[in-house]
């Protein structure tokens, strides 16, 4: 059962929205994470309640309101298709418990807020992808599927998906922080320290050391992105979770083809979020998160307005270093190399530049490379592997890293599509099921072949991922 203990609701209704749900009428069961929810110690499975029908006890029941830069321009937002049942604690640990796609609420604006059933499934398979790769994410408990049909690009189910998450607190609950109130910045700031940083709360320059620990995090975040090839697709500030949990699986996707000016979105003309830029747009999110606290440290240090922002400059120019440790460090593994060198970072670029060259498959590269398979390389010089076999020689737990750190399987974006479309569309779930079971064993290589596998090129330039709203 949910064990709901609200604390959000503590900070005062410029924080939440009280909402109701407009009941569904036969909500259908599509989806349900039985290993989640043994973990989360719930077994509830009834429609009913993962639809927002039946209000259980305790549950909260608002839409949180955020803010953010949307392509790089300044939006007041909020949840405009999604609820918070509750925040479910279990062992002492606190999850929020979220509808995505339960209807409208006050921050609808013009939309039906409803979420496509197509968009759930995408959600749900690549989130499951994401944590059996290792990577911090947002969870899926459950997809209902309900009768209503939608209007997007054409008639559509529409479907509510649960979703687990530390919290749903985001960079632009900040940009909304700072601007909703008098104190309001101060009163979520120590919210959020005490809920996800809790190691800083008694810390004499706290504010400081929280943005620091933050940018860790998202560090952190965005190097396993890029060491497993995960597109986002829409890194909006508002789409960074300030514990460092992927979050908003919309228009998202994974490399095939190596090559860093990769898009799949559709709503991505630009390339802004391009895979190759996903490291420096991180900062550049961190860099609004930032400025949110300029007024509030300097209120409370006494320190000049100067001094304030030259440490956060300061703080947020170590991004770049953190990001490039953590990243080299997992390429490192990726190759079999418990550390990492000037030599072994050329080494590793210069493998990169070659895959360009060749285009070649960034997943299989790496699979081919753990089981020695030179003869699959060819777009990799002779004198570059040479080079590598020779260091990796003197790596005594080479294989066992290169086994930890090189996935077999992840949710291609041709085979996901396929898979999405069949369920939707033709209440086929087989293809889908098989690719779920596939993820969540991704370092594997006893797989279906047509999962390791990329597409043609004429249909990989092909599939372009929507954001489904
Ligand atoms: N159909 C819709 N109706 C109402 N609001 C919507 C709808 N689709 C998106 N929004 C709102 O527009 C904003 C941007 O949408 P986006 O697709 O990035 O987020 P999302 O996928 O709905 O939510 P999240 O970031 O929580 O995963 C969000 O605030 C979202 O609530």
């Given at each position: 059962m949910f064990n709901f203990n609200n604390t959000i609701l503590s900070l005062g209704d410029d924080f939440y929205s009280k909402e109701k749900v407009v009941p569904t009428k036969d909500p259908k069961l599509v989806m349900f994470n039985d290993a989640l929810a043994s973990q989360l110690n719930i077994q509830d499975k009834n429609p009913e309640v993962l639809v927002g029908n039946t209000i259980v006890d305790g549950a909260a029941m608002v839409a949180l309101p955020y803010a953010g830069h949307q392509f790089g321009t300044f939006t007041m937002l909020g949840d405009g298709r999604a609820m918070l049942l509750g925040e479910h604690v279990v062992d002492e640990e606190r999850f929020d418990i979220q509808l995505k796609g339960s209807g409208r609420t006050?921050?609808?604006?013009?939309?039906?807020?409803?979420?496509?059933?197509?968009?759930?499934?995408?959600?749900?398979?690549?989130?499951?992808?994401?944590?059996?790769?290792?990577?911090?994410?947002?969870?899926s408990l459950a997809i209902v599927e309900t009768p209503s049909k939608i209007i997007r690009e054409e008639i559509k189910p529409a479907g509510v998906l649960t979703r687990v998450a530390s919290s749903h607190i985001r960079i632009g609950s900040f940009?909304?922080?700072?601007?909703?109130?008098?104190?309001?910045?101060k009163k979520f700031a120590d919210y959020?320290?005490?809920?996800?940083?809790?190691?800083?709360?008694?810390?004499?320059?706290?504010?400081?050391?929280?943005?620091?620990?933050?940018?860790?995090?998202?560090?952190?975040?965005?190097?396993?992105?890029?060491?497993?090839?995960?597109?986002?697709?829409v890194m909006n500030s508002d789409n960074v979770q300030i514990a460092g949990e992927t979050i908003d699986y919309g228009p998202c996707a994974f490399l095939d083809t190596y090559h860093p000016e990769?898009?799949?979105?559709?709503?991505?003309?630009?390339?802004?979020?391009?895979?190759?830029?996903?490291?420096?747009?991180?900062?550049w999110n961190l860099t609004r998160f930032a400025e949110t606290f300029i007024e509030l440290i300097t209120v409370e240090t006494g320190l000049d307005e100067e001094v304030v922002t030259g440490r956060l400059e300061e703080?947020?120019?170590?991004?770049?270093?953190?990001?490039?440790?953590?990243?080299?460090?997992?390429?490192?593994?990726?190759?079999?190399?418990?550390?990492?060198?000037?030599?072994?970072?050329?080494?590793?670029?210069?493998?990169?530049?070659?895959?360009i060259e060749a285009e070649m498959d960034y997943t299989s590269t790496f699979t081919a490379l753990t089981e020695g398979k030179f003869d699959e390389l060819s777009g990799?010089?002779?004198?570059?592997?040479?080079?590598?076999?020779?260091?990796?020689?003197?790596?005594e737990n080479a294989q066992d890293l290169m086994n930890a750190a090189n996935p077999y399987v992840i949710p291609r974006n041709h085979i996901v599509e396929e898979a999405l479309f069949n369920a939707w569309k033709h209440d086929d779930y087989d293809l889908y099921n098989e690719l779920l079971a596939a993820v969540r064993d991704p370092f594997n290589?006893?797989?279906?072949?047509?999962?390791m596998t990329r597409p043609e090129r004429h249909v990989e330039m092909g599939h372009m991922t929507y954001c489904g709203t």
């Open positions: 006050a921050f609808s604006k013009v939309g039906d807020g409803k979420l496509p059933l197509d968009a759930a499934l995408r959600e749900f398979l690549i989130s499951e992808a994401m944590h059996h790769l290792n990577i911090p994410t947002t969870r940009e909304y922080a700072v601007r909703s109130g008098e104190g309001n910045l959020t320290i005490n809920r996800h940083y809790p190691e800083i709360e008694d810390c004499p320059e706290k504010y400081f050391d929280f943005i620091s620990a933050v940018v860790d995090r998202q560090a952190s975040l965005v190097a396993k992105w890029q060491a497993v090839g995960f597109i986002h697709g990769t898009v799949f979105s559709s709503i991505d003309t630009n390339g802004r979020y391009q895979f190759g830029n996903q490291p420096s747009i991180m900062q703080i947020l120019a170590e991004y770049a270093h953190l990001y490039n440790a953590y990243w080299f460090d997992l390429m490192g593994q990726k190759l079999g190399f418990s550390s990492i060198d000037e030599h072994d970072k050329e080494l590793i670029i210069d493998m990169l530049g070659m895959m990799l010089s002779e004198t570059w592997i040479e080079t590598y076999k020779e260091r990796v020689s003197g790596e290589p006893d797989h279906n072949e047509y999962f």
